[in-house]
C-alpha cells in the first residue's frame, strides 16, 4: 500500500529488458519511491502517465508511435509539476537540447549504469519533496489566512476610517477582504456602551468579554437584517458600522434599531453618533468624524440616544463663557478650605458653561473642567503632604475617563471635599502647634502680666487672630487660660510651705490683697484654708510626724 508522501515512478522504454532492468534491479522501494506503472511506447506511456499520476517519468526519448519528446509537451500540459528524466544516447543530441528546452529535469546518457539512475531519480525525489514541504506551507499558510479574514476585515476597515485609499485599487481590495458592501455610497455609525468601565468593574474578563461579543453580535444582526455593513470594535467599549445607507428605513431609524435591539437583550445601553453620508472611500474617514463629533453630545446629555451630526450645529456652536474672575473666587475659596462657598461657585461656573444661548461643544466642555481641575489640585497641593498629593493625582487622572458631565462635575465635587479635608486637617494641626507654643511661652512666663498682643508676637499673628484662634483651641481666653494656670501653680507653691507674699509676687501679684481674692474665687477658699485642708497638722514632740 502506498503512503500518502510515497513517490511514484512510471518507466517508459521500447526495449522490455530496459524495462524489466530499471523497474525490478534497482531497489526503489528501500529509498521510499513505488513503481507505479511500465510502458513500452510514448502512447501506451501517456496514457499509463494519465491513469497514475506519477510524479517522476524514466523514459527514452526516441520510441516507436510517439516519441518522449511528444509524450513530454502532453503530459506537461496536464500535469506542469511532474519531474521527466531522459534515457538518450549521443546520437540523440537533438533530441536533448530539445528536451532541455522543454524542462527536462535530468538527461541520462547511454550506456548508464544502476547507480546514475538512481542518483538522478533521487535528486528528484529530494525536488519533489522539497516543492511539497513548500506547497504544505502556503497551503498552511492560506489556512490561517482564511481563518484571520474577519480579523484582517476589520483592520482593513479601521484603517480606512483613518486615512482612507486609493479608488484605483480598490476592487482588488474589496475581493481580498471578501468585503460584500458596495464599494460606493457609505455611511459610518459610532456604538459606545454607555458607563462600561463602572459597570463592568466587578466582573470577570470572561463575563466582560461575553457583553462586548453579545452587543457586536445585536449591532451586526440588526444592520445585516436591512443593509450590508461591516462591524468592528474600536476600543474597549466602542464600535464602528460602516454599511452603505439605505432609504428605508433611514439612517437615523436604523440606528435607533440598534440602539433598541442592545438595550433588549443584552440590558445594556449604547450611545450611537451617525455620520453623513459619502460617496467614496475615501470620505470614510470624513463620516467617521463626524460620527464622533455627534456622539460627543453622550457627554452633555446622557447615554441610550442617537445623534446626528449635523452641520449647521457645529458650525453654530459656541465656546462656553468662562469666567476667570469666578474661578478666582473658587480657588481663594479652597485656599481656606471653605467648601460650601467654592461649591457655590462651582455651581456659578458650570451654569455659564451649560446654559449658553448656543449649544456649547462637549469637548470643549470637558476640556474646560479638566482645566480647573487641573487648577484646583494645584491649589491643594501646595499644602498636601505626599501621600496627600498622590491621592489627589489619581483622582485627577481618572477623571480623564468620565463619560458624562454629570459624572465629571460629581468627580470635581468630591475632589474639592477631599482636598478641603486635607486643608482642614493641616489648618487644625498648624493652629494647635501655634497655641501649643504661646502656652508654653505663657507657662516659662507666668510672673509676667502677658497680654494678647505679647503672646500673639511670641507666634507671628495678629493679636485678633490669634485671640479667636487661642478660644477656639483651647475652650477658654487668654485671660481666663492665664489665671487658671497661674492659680494651679499657686496651690502648688501653698502647699509646699511657701509664704503667701513670695507666691503673689512670684506670679505677678503685686497686691497680696488681690491675690487672695483671685486665689478665693478659683479654688472657693483663701491660702491658708487652702494649705490648712490638704496639709496634716504636726504630732506634739515630733516635728517628723503629723497626727490625722
Not at 42 to 71: A, C, S
Not at 233 to 246: A, H
Not at 314 to 338: H, I, M, Q, T
Not at 478 to 484: F, R, T
Amino acid at each position: 500500500m502506498l503512503s500518502a508522501h510515497s513517490i511514484k515512478i512510471c518507466i517508459v522504454d521500447d526495449i522490455p529488458a530496459v524495462v524489466r532492468g530499471l523497474s525490478q534491479r534497482i531497489p526503489w522501494e528501500e529509498h521510499g519511491i513505488v513503481i507505479a506503472a511500465t510502458a513500452a511506447d510514448g502512447e501506451e506511456g501517456l496514457e499509463q502517465i494519465r491513469k497514475h499520476r506519477p510524479d517522476i517519468v524514466l523514459t527514452d526519448i526516441r520510441m516507436p508511435f510517439k516519441d518522449g519528446l511528444e509524450m513530454m509537451r502532453s503530459i506537461q500540459a496536464e500535469q506542469p509539476g511532474i519531474k521527466l528524466i531522459f534515457l538518450t544516447g549521443y546520437s540523440d543530441f537533438t533530441y536533448a537540447q530539445e528536451a532541455v528546452k522543454l524542462g527536462a529535469f535530468d538527461l541520462i546518457v547511454k550506456p548508464y549504469t544502476k547507480v546514475q539512475v538512481l542518483e538522478s531519480v533521487l535528486k528528484a525525489k529530494e525536488v519533489l519533496e522539497r516543492e511539497r514541504s513548500q506547497a504544505e506551507q502556503m497551503m498552511g499558510m492560506e489556512q490561517k489566512l482564511r481563518e484571520s479574514l474577519p480579523y484582517l476585515r476589520q483592520e482593513y476597515m479601521r484603517l480606512l476610517i483613518r486615512y482612507g485609499t486609493r479608488q484605483q485599487h480598490l476592487s482588488q481590495q474589496w475581493d481580498f477582504y471578501n468585503i460584500e458592501m458596495n464599494n460606493h455610497n457609505f455611511c459610518v455609525m459610532v456604538a459606545e456602551v454607555d458607563f462600561f468601565v463602572e459597570r463592568t468593574s466587578e466582573l470577570t474578563v470572561s463575563e466582560v468579554e461575553l457583553i462586548r461579543f453579545a452587543v457586536q453580535n445585536i449591532l451586526e444582526n440588526t444592520i445585516s437584517e436591512y443593509t450590508r455593513g461591516i462591524v468592528f470594535r474600536e476600543n474597549v467599549n466602542q464600535f464602528v458600522i460602516v454599511m452603505n445607507p439605505l432609504a428605508e428605513p433611514n439612517m437615523e431609524q436604523l440606528a435607533e434599531k440598534c440602539r433598541e435591539n442592545v438595550h433588549r437583550y443584552t440590558y445594556q445601553t449604547v450611545s450611537i453618533g451617525l455620520g453623513g453620508e459619502v460617496e467614496e472611500v475615501g470620505q470614510l474617514s470624513a463620516s467617521y468624524a463626524q460620527a464622533l463629533s455627534a456622539l460627543a453630545n453622550t457627554f452633555l446629555n446622557g447615554g441610550n440616544s442617537v445623534y446626528t451630526y449635523v452641520e449647521d450645529a457645529v458650525v453654530n456652536a459656541v465656546l462656553p463663557r468662562y469666567s476667570y474672575d469666578k474661578e478666582k473666587e473658587l480657588l481663594y475659596c479652597l485656599r481656606s478650605a471653605n467648601l460650601s462657598k467654592a461649591e457655590e461657585q462651582l455651581d456659578h461656573i458650570w451654569h455659564d458653561w451649560i446654559t449658553a444661548p448656543a449649544t456649547p461643544n462637549p469637548s470643549i466642555v470637558k476640556t474646560l473642567c479638566l482645566e480647573l481641575a487641573h487648577s484646583i489640585h494645584r491649589i491643594f497641593s501646595e499644602k498636601a503632604t505626599d501621600s496627600e498629593v498622590k491621592t489627589l493625582e489619581n483622582k485627577l487622572a481618572d477623571m480623564s475617563s468620565a463619560v458624562s458631565f454629570e459624572d465629571l462635575s460629581r468627580q470635581i465635587r468630591e475632589f474639592c471635599r477631599l482636598g478641603c479635608t486635607y486643608l482642614q486637617q493641616r489648618q487644625c494641626s498648624d493652629a494647635r502647634m501655634l497655641v501649643d507654643r504661646a502656652i508654653t511661652h505663657i507657662n516659662g512666663n507666668l510672673q509676667r502680666n502677658l497680654s494678647v498682643a505679647d503672646c500673639a508676637r511670641e507666634v507671628h499673628l495678629s493679636p485678633s487672630y490669634f485671640s479667636n484662634l487661642f478660644k477656639k483651641e483651647t475652650g477658654m481666653t487668654l485671660a481666663q487660660y492665664i489665671i487658671g494656670r497661674r492659680m494651679d501653680k499657686a496651690k502648688e507653691l501653698v502647699l509646699e510651705g511657701i509664704q503667701v507674699q513670695d507666691i503673689a509676687i512670684s506670679l505677678g501679684y503685686e497686691d497680696r490683697p488681690y491675690f487672695t481674692e483671685q486665689f478665693k474665687k478659683y479654688t472657693g477658699m483663701t491660702p491658708t484654708d487652702f494649705r490648712a485642708k490638704y496639709t496634716l497638722p504636726k504630732v506634739e514632740g515630733n516635728s517628723d510626724f503629723v497626727s490625722h
